[in-house]
C-alpha cells in the first residue's frame, strides 16, 4: 500500500513543479510578453489572421466577446454535426459504418464542442476515422481553446484589464499551447505504442485458433489533445482504460498530467496577471488539499475492496472490476478523481464499478466544480466563490466588500449567483423527469440506490461539461440524447456569458486603494472562508441527492448486501 | 453578420490545422519511424502468422497456457465483433449479478487448482487487458509446467520474462503479459 501512495504524491509532486512554470508561460503569452515559440508561431499566426480574415484585433467588449464565441461555436458544432451525418459516404470508413441516428449525432456535436464529450456510443462500432479525426479531433482543439480564451478575458476584466479579442486569445491558446504540446505528446504516446494509422482493424488467429478482431486507428493524435484539452472523449468505447489509448504506466503517467496541468496552472497564472502570486498559492493550495483529501477516500476505499465479495475470497483483496492490472487500484483512483475534478472524463478504469466513496467523491466533483474545475472555466468558477466568499465575510464585519480595489455590487452578486444556480437547475430538474418514468426514460442498469447515482451522474456530468459517466446507463435513446443535450448547452454557455458580463462590470469600476478597512483576500483565513463557502454551497444544494445514491449505497454493501 | 463570416473563415483555417495537418504529420511520423507501435504492436508467431497484439489480451481456456483475467466481450473474439469491440461490466459494486459472477469464477478457477486472486475473478475495464498479476501467474505455474512436460523452474523463469515492471519502478502495477508468456512457451 505504502508504494500505491508513493506514487500517487510523486505525480502529485510533479503537477506542483509544473504549475509555476507553465503558469508563468500562460500568462506571457496572454499578457503579450515573448515566448520562446515566438519565432515559430508568428509567421503561423500571421497566416491564420490573414486566412481567416482577422484584421483587426482591437479589444472587445463584453457583448462582441460573447457573439463571437457563440457564433464560433455555433459555427463549429454544425460543421461537425454533418460530417458525423454524412460518414457513410465520406472516405476514411474502412468497417463502412453508416451515419448514427439524428438525435446522437446531435447530442455528439453539441458534447464535443461544449468540451464535455460524454458518448452515448462506442467509438469502435459508431463512428468512422473522418468523423473522429477531421470531426471530434477538431472540436477537441477549439473547444479548449473557447475554455482557455474565457479564462483569460475573465482574468484580464478581475484584474482591470480590457478583455482582449476572442479571435486572437482563441487562436493563440491553440497555435502556443495546445498544439506545440499535442505535437510532442503525441509523439510520445506513439513510442510508448499509441497506435497512429488509417488501416482498419486487423483479424488474427489466437493461440487456441480462436478469431480475433483488433480495432486500430489514428490514435495518438487523438488521445494526447483528448486529455491536455480536457475533453475526455475516448477514440474507443472503453476510453483510456483500453491497451491503445493508454498502454502503460509511462503513458498513464503522462495522461495524467495532462489532463491536471491547464487548470492547475491557469490558477497561477491569474496571480501573474493580478501581480499577487501569494493569493494563487492559496487559492492552489485551498483546491490542492480538498483534491488530495478526495484522492485518499476513494483510494482506500478502492484498496480496502469490495465487502460483499471479500468474503468469497480467502480475506480482503481490491475491488479490480473495471480497472486494468498495469494501473492498479491507486492509478485508477487517481484517475477518477482528477478527471471528475479537471471536467477532462476521460476514464483508465469503469466508474459504474466504483466503490461507493468513490461514486461520492466523483460526483461531489462535478458538482463543486473547481477542484481544478473545466478547462478555463473551472478556474473563473473559482473565482465567482471567491466573490461569494468577499459578499459573505462583507456582511459578516459589516464592511464593503471589495475584491483587488474593487466594490462587489448588486450586479456582480446576480451575476455570481447565475453560474452558482444555473448548474443544480440543469442537474436536479431532468434528473427529476427522468427518474419520474423508471421504465420508460432513465435505462438503469444496476438495481437499488446506485441506480439513482446512475441518473444524477449521467446530467451532472453533462451540465459540468466533463463527459465521463456510469457507463452501464442505457443511454443512447432519444430522451437521453436530447435531455442531455440540454443540460450540456446550459452548463456551458449560460456560465459562460454571466462570466463575461461580470468581467466587463469589475473592469470599468473605479479602485479605491486599500487602507486598514480593506478586507485582504489573499490571507489563510479567507482562503479558509472560501473554502467553506464552496463544501457548503456545493454540499448543500445536492446533498440530498447523494445521501440517496452513494451514501446509501455505501450503506447497504456495509451491512452485507 | 461579420463575425458570423469570420467564425466560419477562421474555423475552415483551424480545421486544416488541427484536423488535416496535424494527424497528417503524426500518421507520416508514425508509419516512417515507428511502423510497429503505429500499427498496433502486431505480434507473428514463428511462421509469421499474425498471431495478437503485445498491447491486447486473449482468451486462453487451455491446461497448457496462462489464463486471463475475465473479460466482458471476451476479448473482442465473438463473431459479431468484426470492428473490434472493449467494453467493461460496468456492474456496481452492490448489484447482487456480480457477486453471483464472481462465485462462478471462483469456482472455475477452484477446479482448475488456481487460486483465486482480485485480478482474476474481476473483470477488467477494457475488456482487452493484457496482463495479470506476478501472484496470479505464480500460481498458474504447476498448471502449465505439467501439462507441457516443462520444469517448473524453467516456466518460472519465462514469467519473470515476460513481466512488465512498474515505470521507472515506481508507476504503475507490475502485470505478467499473457500472451507474450503462451507465445514463448509455444516458441519453446
Known sequence: MIAELWQIGLTLGILVAIVPVFGKYMADVFLGQKTFLDPVVEPLEGLIYQLGGIRIRKSMTAGEYIRAVLFSNLVMGVFVYFIIISQGNLPLNPTKLPAPSWDLALHTAISFVTNTDQQHYSGETTLSYASQMLGLGFLMFTSAATGIAVAIAFIRGLTGKPLGNFWVDFTQSITRILLPISIVGAIVLLILGVPETLAGPVQVTTLEGGGQFIARGPVAHFEIIKQLGENGGGFFGINSAHPYENPNAASNLIETLLMLCIPAALIYTYGVFAGNTKQAWLLFGMVFIIYIGLILLTAIAEYQGNPLVNSLLEGQQPNLEGKEVRFGWAQTALWAVSTTGTMCGAVNGMHDSLMPVGIFATLFNMFVQIIWGGQGTGTAYLFVNVILAIFVTGLLVGRTPEFLGRKIEKQEIVLASVVMLVHPIAILIPSAITLAFPAQLAGISNPGFHGLSQVIYEYASAAANNGSGLEGLGDNTLWWNLSSSFSLLVGRYVPIVALLLLAEGMLHKQTASASTGTLRTDTVLFTGVTAGVILILGALTFFPVLALGPIAEGFQIAKGG | ?188
Open chain 2, 1 to 188: 453578420m461579420r463575425e458570423l463570416i469570420k467564425g466560419i473563415r477562421l474555423a475552415l483555417v483551424m480545421w486544416v490545422l488541427t484536423a488535416v495537418i496535424y494527424p497528417l504529420l503524426l500518421l507520416i511520423c508514425g508509419q516512417v519511424a515507428f511502423p510497429f507501435q503505429a500499427n498496433g504492436s502486431l505480434l507473428t508467431n514463428r511462421q509469421g502468422a499474425l498471431v495478437g497484439s503485445a498491447l491486447i489480451g486473449q482468451n486462453f481456456a487451455g491446461n497448457s497456457y496462462f489464463w486471463s483475467r475475465p473479460s466482458a466481450i471476451n476479448y473482442s473474439q465473438d463473431e459479431n465483433a468484426k470492428t473490434g469491440v472493449s467494453g467493461a461490466s460496468n456492474l456496481a459494486a452492490s448489484n447482487p449479478q456480480l457477486r453471483q459472477r464472481i462465485a462462478a469464477e471462483i469456482q472455475r478457477l477452484q477446479q482448475a487448482n488456481i487460486k483465486p486472486t482480485a485480478d482474476l475473478v474481476y473483470a477488467s475495464g477494457s475488456g482487452l487487458d493484457p496482463h495479470i498479476s506476478p501472484t496470479a501467474a505464480r500460481h498458474q505455474i504447476e498448471r502449465v509446467a505439467k501439462a507441457r512436460g516443462l520444469d517448473t523452474n524453467q516456466v518460472e523463469i519465462m514469467v519473470v520474462k515476460n513481466t512488465d515492471g512498474r515505470f521507472l519502478g515506481i508507476f504503475g502495477e507490475p502485470g505478467v503479459n499473457v500472451l507474450k508468456l503462451n507465445l514463448a512457451l509455444d516458441n519453446l
